[in-house]
């Protein structure tokens, strides 16, 4: 009986969506293996409810390991604790989420273990009872499947946003095993978390986004696009020509030196569409490209366009948003 | 201090990737250092530079070409560059790279270590946290700011997460991805350039390193790629040219009332 196994991420500790999207994923995993089982292992401290709201979500067995190596984040202690309860739970796979911090102990646990880690994975596949999983390469020029030798568990990191979670089922309920850790030499701990501006979402997280490129000229004239950002509840991004002028930071930027982003909508503002900055989006649901030159290359993957000069034109966007929504 | 640097051999990102009998066909490509590892020897020179003595030693597994890679990085001012000769190993599995990139950092020696935080081609972003635990040392990942007080043995690193920065408090040794932001890399100078022609690059296979072949080939591999394909071609878009004014408002009422995604 194949168990699937999630790795929950927790923030103060409540479950981040990244871990509901990746529990309905492993429970359509199990059911599809016929008699599969979709265990949760949550590390450090849980709020008391969260149990059973993870039960609700698709958890049939959750190992909680507790312990005050587990007290804040340090990849070292998460990957004895993952470890711990990876020896309890032995599951087949063991989902774990394409974010900061999974991306940081994912390899850390794979390494432990000797077991391969697929990353950034968007799509799973069983084949003869075989786990395939799908994953952009070259930031989304590409994709390829990848398969695990015999070693178990297999590890994946999953993208977020590529799942939907489940409706919660309150009838579900989940056996709660404490598994205990001793002190962890940690050599690496986080210390201190710094906002960064505004209270956009992540590009990774965003449903809209309004990026700029080189025709922005200039630091200054991001506050055109900021203010439709405001309309849009979207997120700011920006073409690595923007960034390399030293316009706006680099977490800004999308493309192969960047984030990689699936957003609903996409907005090129003045962005020709190099090769690198296509990679990065290409897969946003809604390409909106707005260019003055009506042979730039953004306009050949974009589902609408207007040719215009953007320092009309986003104005007026955001005038016209700003009507439409009020509505 | 003794400074290692890891780099990879990428393809350049203006390449446009395509499939040549089941793989990405790489006859066309330009090859580069990976962007991310740059950013990792700059940070690298800049240490040795502000601290006034050290050795930066720059590393590369694979193919002979990768030579182009470590040469470019002694162009930009790094003292040594060792090649590991990739044959027989599994170049596409972390893993495998990891246990020779770590077989390499024990007979070099170092008090730091750095990667790019990751290579622009598979996309992993593991190989450098792999590395880090092959070698017992702490890491951190993502990072573009970096503070060392070498003295004390203690670093504190700010990595990029979502919404914001985490600081890190670490101890030396340790291994660092970089991030685009850690740094400004530096353009290399035609002294370096010149420089260059009289250094040796050493050669040295899995014999050299003590590596068994059978732990790092293709049989041990713990993942494999099975397939790659392309992304589908998007469907024509509508363009609208004419009159800012009605073009705006055409392009509202389109995503609002037609497409409905705003």
């Given at each position: 009986m194949p168990m699937f196994a999630v790795l929950a991420e927790l923030k103060d500790g409540a479950a981040r969506k990244i871990t509901l999207e990746m529990l309905a994923e492993a429970r359509r995993l199990a059911a599809l293996s016929g008699s599969g089982s979709v265990g949760l292992i949550a590390l450090g401290p849980m709020a008391p409810e969260e149990a059973e709201r993870l039960a609700h979500q698709g958890a049939d067995r959750i190992y909680h390991v507790e312990g005050e190596a587990l007290a804040g984040y340090a990849a070292e202690a998460h990957a004895e604790g993952a470890k711990a309860a990876l020896e309890r739970a032995k599951p087949d796979t063991l989902f774990i989420g394409a974010t900061s911090q999974g991306k940081d102990l994912a390899p850390r646990v794979a390494a432990r273990l000797r077991v391969g880690l697929a990353s950034d994975c968007t799509e799973f596949t069983l084949q003869n009872g075989d786990l395939v999983a799908r994953r952009p390469i070259y930031a989304g020029k590409a994709f390829g499947r990848v398969a695990w030798n015999?070693?178990?568990?297999r590890i994946a990191t999953i993208r977020p946003n590529t799942f939907t979670p489940l409706?919660?089922?309150?009838?579900r309920k989940a056996q709660v095993e404490k598994v205990p850790i001793g002190p962890v030499k940690a050599r690496a701990r986080v210390a201190g978390f710094e906002r960064s501006e505004g209270e956009m979402l992540d590009l990774t997280e965003a449903n809209i986004i309004v990026s700029g490129g080189?025709?922005?000229?200039?630091?200054?004239?991001?506050e055109l696009l900021r203010k439709l950002c405001k309309v849009l509840g979207a997120t700011l991004g920006a073409s690595r020509a923007a960034v390399d002028a030293g316009?706006?930071?680099?977490?800004h930027q999308v493309g192969q030196t960047g984030k990689v982003v699936n957003p609903t909508v996409y907005f090129a503002v003045?962005?020709?569409?190099?090769i690198q900055h296509l990679a990065g989006?290409?897969?946003?649901r809604t390409i909106v490209a707005i260019n003055?030159?009506?042979?730039?290359?953004i306009f050949k993957i974009a589902s609408y366009g207007i040719v215009g000069d953007l320092y009309q034109v986003v104005p007026l966007l955001t005038e016209e948003f700003e009507r439409a929504l009020k509505e | 201090m003794n400074i290692l640097v890891f780099v990879k051999q990428v393809p350049d990102t203006e390449t446009r990737i395509q499939l040549k009998d089941g793989a990405v066909d790489t006859t066309n490509v330009k090859w580069v250092a990976n962007p991310y590892d740059e950013f990792a020897i700059e940070e690298a020179l800049r240490i040795r530079e502000r601290l006034g003595q050290g050795k930066v030693t720059v590393v590369s597994l694979g193919p002979d070409r990768v030579k182009e890679a470590i040469k470019y990085a002694l162009s930009l001012g790094a003292d040594e560059g060792v090649h590991l000769k990739?044959?027989?190993?599994?170049?596409?599995d972390p893993l495998a790279v990891a246990t020779v990139l770590a077989a390499a950092a024990r007979k070099l020696g170092f008090d730091l270590v750095f990667t790019g935080?990751?290579?622009?081609?598979?996309?992993?972003?593991q190989t450098g946290i792999i590395l880090a635990e092959f070698l017992d040392l702490p890491h951190v990942s993502v990072v573009v700011g970096l503070e060392l007080d070498p003295p004390a043995k203690r670093g504190v690193a700010k990595r990029e997460v979502e919404g914001g920065a985490e600081t890190v408090e670490f101890e030396l040794p340790a291994v660092i991805t970089a991030q685009k932001g850690l740094n400004e890399p530096r353009y290399a100078s035609l002294k370096g350039i010149m420089a260059v022609k009289k250094k040796v690059i050493p050669e040295w296979t899995l014999a050299d390193l003590g590596v068994d072949p059978a732990s790092v080939g293709e049989g041990a591999a713990a993942i494999r790629f099975v397939d790659f394909s392309l992304p589908p071609p998007r469907p024509a878009g509508r363009i609208l040219e004419g009159e800012p004014k009605e073009t705006a408002r055409e392009l509202v009422r389109i995503l609002h009332e037609e497409a409905k995604v705003i």
């Open positions: 015999a070693a178990r568990p409706e919660p089922d309150s009838s080189r025709a922005m000229q200039g630091p200054e004239n991001f316009w706006i930071d680099h977490s003045g962005i020709s569409g190099a989006m290409s897969s946003s003055k030159d009506k042979d730039a290359p | 990739g044959d027989g190993v599994a170049l596409w935080k990751q290579g622009v081609d598979n996309d992993w972003s």
